[in-house]
């Protein structure tokens, strides 16, 4: 808050334009955003905090449906390529090449495809956590394939020499090593996860969620730019809550990093 209003104040005292004009519009003062919080949006309306908290809560249910799913896929796609070389070689330059693809570009496509071929109580809301899924399955899967094979080298071939099958070697040395690698992939991916839960609203038409409630005050940034902001404050503490409870269960989880052999 203190760094927002010396940059404001330098930038109006000395009028500067670069990298843009510093005025009421562009940056409200932070006690303009926070007074926004209290006061209703519209008239015979609750105050705006309640409004969107409740928008927060619609749009967290998208993004953990759809962290849990894309992590779900992205992990099954690191232990299937780990475990084949042609299928690695064959798969992954495709699922590289699916996020040069830019997401506002797919998420009507998949509302399109997928909305029809969901139940009566997920339609809407369940395409918006797939199009999350697919921010979140990328990360996970790339670290999970590095993580599964940073498993200790002499570890893996005393396991052979026992005759230990795949699942086994799979679950007591590739998954415990690979566990710091999994949990860096999902901090990433649960921002996001509410990045692609918002961005999904959009093309959806859902007016439930933060997507919704940005679409809306964005009309009215002009005279009411405090509304837009205290939303995007909403957005960007619903993300940092997501990535500190994905902390809170590594440190649950990982006791003890594995040695980094070479």
């Given at each position: 808050?203190?760094?927002?209003?010396?940059?404001?104040?330098v930038w109006?005292?000395?009028?500067?334009?670069?990298?843009?004009a510093?005025?009421?519009?562009?940056?409200?003062h932070?006690?303009?955003?926070?007074?926004?919080?209290?006061?209703?949006?519209?008239?015979?309306?609750?105050?705006l905090?309640?409004?969107?908290?409740?928008?927060?809560?619609?749009?967290?249910?998208e993004?953990?449906?759809?962290?849990?799913?894309?992590?779900?896929?992205?992990?099954?796609?690191?232990?299937?390529?780990?475990?084949?070389?042609?299928?690695?070689?064959?798969?992954?330059?495709?699922?590289?090449?699916s996020?040069?693809?830019p997401?506002?570009?797919?998420?009507?496509m998949?509302?399109?495809?997928?909305n029809?071929?969901?139940?009566?109580?997920?339609?809407?809301?369940?395409?918006?956590?797939?199009?999350?899924a697919?921010?979140?399955?990328?990360?996970?899967?790339i670290?999970?394939?590095?993580?599964?094979?940073?498993?200790?080298?002499?570890?893996?071939?005393?396991m052979r020499?026992?005759a230990?099958?795949?699942?086994?070697?799979?679950?007591?040395?590739?998954?415990?090593?690979?566990?710091?690698?999994?949990?860096?992939?999902?901090?990433?991916a649960a921002?996001?996860?509410?990045?692609g839960?918002?961005?999904?609203?959009?093309?959806?038409?859902?007016?439930?969620?933060?997507?919704?409630?940005?679409?809306?005050?964005?009309?009215?940034y002009?005279?009411?730019?405090?509304?837009?902001?205290?939303?995007?404050?909403?957005?960007?503490?619903?993300?940092?809550?997501?990535?500190?409870?994905?902390?809170?269960?590594?440190?649950?989880?990982?006791?003890?990093?594995?040695?980094?052999?070479?």
């Open positions: 808050m203190v760094c927002w209003e010396l940059y404001r104040w109006t005292s000395a009028g500067w334009t670069w990298p843009f510093v005025n009421d519009t562009s940056m409200p932070v006690w303009t955003i926070a007074k926004a919080f209290g006061q209703p949006a519209q008239v015979n309306q609750p105050p905090i309640t409004i969107l908290l409740h928008k927060a809560l619609f749009t967290a249910k993004a953990v449906a759809g962290f849990a799913l894309g992590a779900v896929i992205g992990f099954a796609i690191g232990v299937a390529l780990v475990h084949s070389k042609p299928l690695e070689r064959g798969f992954l330059p495709y699922i590289v090449a996020q040069t693809i997401i506002l570009a797919i998420a009507p998949v509302v399109i495809w997928v029809p071929r969901l139940p009566a109580n997920l339609q809407g809301w369940g395409a918006v956590a797939v199009i999350a697919y921010l979140t399955f990328f990360p996970v899967a670290n999970t394939l590095r993580g599964l094979r940073s498993a200790d080298a002499r570890a893996l071939d005393l020499t026992y230990a099958s795949r699942w086994t070697v799979l679950w007591k040395l590739r998954v415990p090593a690979s566990l710091p690698f999994v949990f860096s992939a999902l901090r990433i921002t996001a996860s509410v990045v839960a918002i961005i999904g609203e959009l093309p959806s038409g859902l007016q439930s969620g933060l997507g919704g409630a940005i679409i809306n005050f964005n009309q009215y002009s005279i009411e730019p405090q509304e837009l902001w205290a939303t995007n404050i909403v957005a960007a503490a619903l993300g940092i809550l997501f990535f500190v409870v994905v902390v809170a269960a590594e440190k649950a989880v990982v006791h003890r990093a594995p040695e980094v052999t070479t």
